[in-house]
């Protein structure tokens, strides 16, 4: 029995690219289009009427924007995950959908089927950062002390093992290549991140990866 398909809201202010992106996902059984945006009041209203699994989210939208939808979403559809769309200059942007509660961010010409596989991944309940951004972009973003202090202070009660586990991953290590790393297996790996996610108070593994910067386990490269 296939697993259900993924419930995905598509919320950009430029038809053509909702289409596109539309036409592209109706070829995949695993993803269902159940809702369209046009702002990000729409957004909003349409996670709340519809709790679909993802929210494809576009950051420059008419009246609210994509960073304050996201962050509505996140702080009332606790069910749904946002994943946003930016370009590559617009690092402020990414910042702020970041700190808005965002799964992971995409490059919006990035290949469509890496688009559709990053839905796949965020659905599961994992982060992704576009591979073109996420150097630059979280060590940017770590390297300014908005959470730095709570950051510190959060990670004092995590376990050595952890620590190593939560180094690796903001290397950008996957769990199979953690569990290689340490000499541990996948499941153990599995059970190290899950209990950072409790202990760190994260939603997903991007914002692991943020605390790995701001507490220094991970050096921004220069």
């Given at each position: 029995?296939?697993?259900?398909?993924?419930?995905?809201?598509l919320a950009d202010d430029q038809p053509?690219?909702?289409?596109?992106?539309?036409?592209?996902?109706?070829?995949?059984?695993?993803?269902?289009?159940?809702?369209?945006?046009?702002?990000?009041?729409?957004?909003?209203?349409?996670?709340?009427?519809?709790?679909?699994?993802?929210?494809?989210?576009?950051?420059?939208?008419?009246?609210?924007?994509?960073?304050?939808?996201?962050?509505?979403?996140?702080?009332?559809?606790?069910?749904?995950?946002?994943?946003?769309?930016?370009?590559?200059?617009?690092?402020?942007?990414?910042?702020?959908?970041?700190?808005?509660?965002?799964?992971?961010?995409?490059?919006?010409?990035?290949?469509?089927?890496?688009?559709?596989?990053?839905?796949?991944?965020?659905?599961?309940?994992?982060?992704?950062?576009?591979?073109?951004?996420?150097?630059?972009?979280?060590?940017?973003?770590?390297?300014?002390?908005?959470?730095?202090?709570?950051?510190?202070?959060?990670?004092?009660?995590?376990?050595?093992?952890?620590?190593e586990v939560l180094t690796l991953v903001?290397?950008?290590?996957?769990?199979?290549?953690?569990?290689?790393?340490?000499f541990i297996t996948v499941a153990t790996?599995?059970?190290?991140?899950?209990?950072?996610?409790?202990?760190?108070?994260?939603?997903?593994?991007?914002?692991?990866?943020?605390?790995?910067?701001?507490?220094?386990?991970?050096?921004?490269?220069?």
């Open positions: 029995m296939s697993a259900p398909a993924v419930r995905v809201v053509l690219v909702r289409a596109g992106l539309r036409v592209l996902m109706a070829d995949d059984p695993g993803i269902e289009v159940v809702g369209e945006a046009g702002t990000g009041a729409e957004a909003v209203q349409l996670a709340r009427d519809l709790r679909p699994d993802v929210v494809v989210m576009d950051i420059r939208m008419p009246g609210m924007d994509g960073i304050e939808a996201t962050r509505l979403i996140t702080a009332e559809v606790e069910a749904t995950r946002v994943l946003v769309l930016t370009t590559f200059d617009d690092d402020d942007y990414v910042y702020g959908a970041l700190r808005a509660g965002a799964s992971g961010f995409l490059v919006k010409d990035m290949a469509l089927e890496d688009i559709l596989a990053a839905i796949q991944v965020v659905a599961a309940g994992d982060g992704l950062i576009a591979p073109s951004v996420t150097r630059r972009l979280i060590a940017e973003f770590a390297a300014r002390p908005v959470r730095e202090q709570r950051a510190r202070r959060t990670v004092d009660g995590i376990t050595d093992r952890e620590c903001g290397r950008g290590l996957s769990n199979a290549e953690i569990a290689a790393e340490l790996v599995k059970a190290h991140v899950a209990r950072l996610f409790a202990k760190l108070d994260s939603r997903d593994r991007v914002q692991l990866v943020i605390i790995a910067y701001e507490v220094g386990l991970v050096a921004p490269p220069r």
